[in-house]
Nanobody
């Protein structure tokens, strides 16, 4: 089992501002192959934002490329999402995700609200 805790980062920010999300993993961390961030806006489905593999391979959804940066500190078992140039349409609950050999795991989510 893997436990994910979104430790910090959500909140209210004006358009153009920045936030950094962080998520720490504990438990069977050796089984984790990739970690990432998803988001779910009101009335919409949860969608991938960014993903980083154990080996450092990174994927971003097109509409965050150039604005968001995902990174991973393997020593701290923590994944980060630096979000710059935030837009009102980035408003959503952001969920940390881990893909492992034993299953897929989710954090509880952290709300990001971007005001215009």
């Amino acid at each position: 089992q893997v436990q994910l805790v979104e430790e910090s980062g959500g909140g209210l920010v004006q358009a153009g501002g920045s936030l950094r999300l962080s998520c720490a993993a504990s438990g069977s961390i050796f089984s984790i192959n990739a970690m990432g961030w998803y988001r779910q806006a009101p009335g919409k489905q949860r969608e991938l934002v960014a993903r980083i593999t154990r080996g450092g391979g990174i994927i971003y959804v097109d509409y965050v490329k150039g604005r968001f940066t995902i990174s991973r500190d393997n020593a701290k078992n923590t994944v980060y999402l630096q979000m710059n140039s935030l837009k009102p349409e980035d408003t959503a609950v952001y969920y940390c995700n881990a893909e492992g050999t034993q299953g897929t795991y989710w954090g509880k989510g952290t709300l990001v609200t971007v005001s215009s």
